[in-house]
């Protein structure tokens, strides 16, 4: 596989993890299931940040791999609010991984969109449309 080195976001990772060999397929690659939850955590610190206080997700509308990860890849989740409606958030997260840390690449491995619902403490939905910063 070809690597497609860019750059990280100028901006701060909502998430950061290295993954170990426990999170390795049969093949050496990094499970689909382990990107895919920590999109989700990344996505719903975002959507907590924003509606200040409890999400639940509630659709994942697009995910795409593009590369895989490997045991070791210092993998940066970066998480924005791309659309608040009355309840709900959605929010659109991209995954890099750095390779190599003697020879650092820097690749693009998955972008996500998911949408979130806030909850009140009794688990109900609550109103969130009023602007929040």
């Known amino acids: 596989m070809i690597d497609h080195p860019v750059q990280l976001p100028d901006k701060q990772p909502v998430l950061r993890l290295v993954p170990m060999p426990k999170d390795e397929n049969m093949f050496g690659d990094i499970f689909g299931g382990w990107i895919m939850s920590n999109v989700d955590v990344a996505g719903g610190i975002e959507a907590m940040r924003h509606s200040r206080g409890r999400v639940a997700t509630v659709a994942v509308n697009a995910f795409q791999f593009h590369q895989p990860v490997s045991s ?12 608040v409606g009355r309840s709900s958030i959605t929010t659109a997260v991209e995954v890099y991984a750095v390779r190599h840390p003697q020879q650092p690449v820097t690749v693009k491995v998955t972008e996500a969109t998911l949408t979130y619902v806030a909850l009140d403490a009794n688990g109900n939905k609550r109103d969130i449309s009023q602007k929040n910063d």
């Not at 070791?72 to 659309?83: F, K, M, N, T, W």
Request: charged share 25%; glycine share 8%.
């Open 72 to 83: 070791g890849d210092l993998v940066s989740y970066y998480a924005e609010v791309i659309r």
